[in-house]
């Protein structure tokens, strides 16, 4: 029994270790320049969205000198680096966990888009879906249809420990939605609107 069948299969292939090896090297590149992405394009969601008032201002703190979010950063890589160390199962349950808040993602899309479809038809679109709502219909029930698959007794139902990492991640993003509701945009608004008149 093997635990890298395809690396396997690439030596057998070609007669070599040497491109099993390859194989593997390349895989872990791949997850290199997942983490990468990950690391980069987080931290400047997270930076964005302490400027906003959505997320604490520790957050939106720039490098002096690299003008890159710091602390964003420091966060988020210190998560990747610990994450593996909690092991196998505890990474699964993160993963699967994610699925079904991706999905939920999905499905804030297209109500936005049937939304903005409704209120604001005249508004100028770099890209257009045609002239109906129907894409955006078809995105919200596909979207629904995939969260249901999440639910229990279905194929890709989580289980307990992933449904406690999912409503805890849900509880922190509304306890932040509520925050901002209170009137920390506006408040960081006008922070900046003095900033720039001083």
């Known amino acids: 029994m093997t635990q890298l069948a395809t690396a396997d299969a690439m030596s057998a292939l070609f007669g070599s270790t040497f491109f099993g090896h390859l194989l593997v090297v390349g895989g872990v590149a791949g997850i290199m320049t997942s983490w990468n992405a990950f690391i980069i394009g987080g931290s400047r969601v997270m930076f964005a969205m302490a400027q906003s008032g959505m997320l604490p201002k520790w957050f939106g703190r720039l490098h002096p000198k690299y003008r890159t979010p710091s602390n ?3 966060f988020i890589g210190g998560l990747a680096v610990l994450s593996p160390l909690l092991g196998r199962p505890a990474l699964v349950w993160f993963v699967d966990s994610g699925g079904p808040a991706i999905v939920i993602a999905y499905l804030m899309v297209a109500i936005a888009f049937l939304l903005l479809r409704k209120n604001e038809p ?40 992933e449904w406690v990492i999912f409503v805890g991640w849900f509880l922190i993003g509304l306890y932040f939605f509520v925050q901002m509701s209170k009137g920390k945009y506006k408040e960081n608004e006008n922070e900046k609107t003095s900033d720039q008149a001083m």
């Open 122 to 161: 005249a508004m100028e679109r770099p890209y257009q879906s045609g002239r109906s709502s129907t894409v955006g219909w078809i995105a919200l029930v596909l979207s629904i249809g995939f969260l249901i698959i999440y639910l229990p007794g279905m194929p890709a139902a989580l289980t307990g420990p």
């Open 72 to 74: 964003a950063i420091l």
